[in-house]
């Protein structure tokens, strides 16, 4: 029998059959692995797995008393079936092991906030590379916008300018006024969406607005650092009124790069792929090379310094941005 893993906690899995919302509690058969994998975690929310149901029981349970779940015998998991996408971050600095995200992802909406969390655009960029490396599309959802008014409005078109330039779609929405919500529930019919981003940018807060009926913990910003309080502690999916699912994720607070090797990583900035088609040699790592195409581009405006700049510091070091 095949499911898909709907929360993690720990060494346990809630698993259901979607579209179907129909929960029942899952553990791993043995010390299962990946082949070739170094995640902490080898199974991830949205994965796809096979299960053998526990002797004379019936595991399924309504998804109103899914608290009593763990009380239940487990299903086994036996089988991580093939993923089409994820999304994978280096767990620590210095360390070789990584930590899957989630799997099987429709579209990642990365939550972002110009202030009230301060964007970090190093690590949003980091972010948007592994979306590009694994074959996720990518929204940027940038929150609260009922408090940019005044002097943000500048550093709110910049930031349009940066990653509309670049390719990317950016959503402007508040989840206190409703403001770009109806669009973002629309994006997410029919699919399962991944929300992601630091602590304090109001993931759960949008997910709240999408679907009232949904309850994920809400957290506070902290006032020593204006960062945001770890709220999420499970990575967990939800079934939206409107259809569709989504996955909330814990707070980031580091995001390395996996598996990319340093002379790769310009392929995944789509607007330097783009420019790089120009520049005289072949391969060009776009830092020092006479005729690069990328830096011309830099100087001229058409690539955002910021992201260039996000570029040569992945090169420099490809374990963990800390914000």
């Avoid at 990583?265 to 830092?287: D, N, V, W």
Wanted: hydrophobic fraction near 40%.
């Amino acid at each position: 029998m095949e499911a898909t893993v709907v929360k993690h906690t720990g060494s346990h899995y809630l698993l259901s059959a979607l579209p179907r919302w129909e929960l029942f509690p899952a553990v791993l058969k043995g010390k299962m692995r990946l082949k070739g994998s170094s995640a902490t975690n080898p199974v991830a929310v949205g994965d796809r797995v096979r299960y053998e149901s526990p002797q004379g029981r019936n595991t399924v349970c309504p998804a109103e008393k899914a608290g009593m779940l763990m009380e239940q015998d487990p299903a086994v998991i036996t089988e991580i079936l093939p993923r089409k996408n994820y999304i994978i971050r280096r767990s620590t600095n210095l360390s070789r092991q990584s930590h899957i995200i989630a799997a099987n992802v429709d579209r990642a909406f990365i939550v972002v906030t110009i202030d009230f969390p301060e964007v970090k655009l190093p690590f949003l960029d980091r972010l948007l590379v592994t979306c590009e490396v694994y074959n996720v599309p990518v929204t940027i959802v940038l929150n609260k916008c009922d408090l940019y008014t005044g002097e943000y409005q500048d550093r709110l078109s910049v930031f349009h300018s940066i990653y509309e330039g670049a390719g990317y779609s950016v959503m402007d929405v508040s989840a206190v006024t409703g403001q770009g919500i109806d669009m973002l529930r629309e994006a997410c019919k029919g699919a399962v969406s991944l929300f992601s981003g630091v602590s304090g940018v109001g993931k759960s807060s949008l997910i709240r607005a999408l679907d009232p009926t949904l309850d994920p913990k809400v957290g506070e910003i902290s006032d020593a650092h204006l960062q945001g309080k770890h709220t999420t502690t499970f990575y967990e999916m939800y079934p939206l009124a409107t259809g569709g699912f989504i996955i909330d994720t814990p707070g980031i607070r580091g995001f390395g790069l996996v598996d990319i090797a340093r002379d790769e990583i310009a392929l995944y900035f789509p607007e330097m792929l783009k420019a790089s088609a120009g520049c005289r040699f072949t391969p060009c790592t776009h830092t020092h090379e006479p005729g690069c195409a990328v830096k011309a581009a830099v100087e001229d405006g058409l690539i955002s310094y910021e992201r260039y700049s996000s570029y040569l510091g992945m090169l420099e070091d490809e374990t963990k941005y800390r914000h």
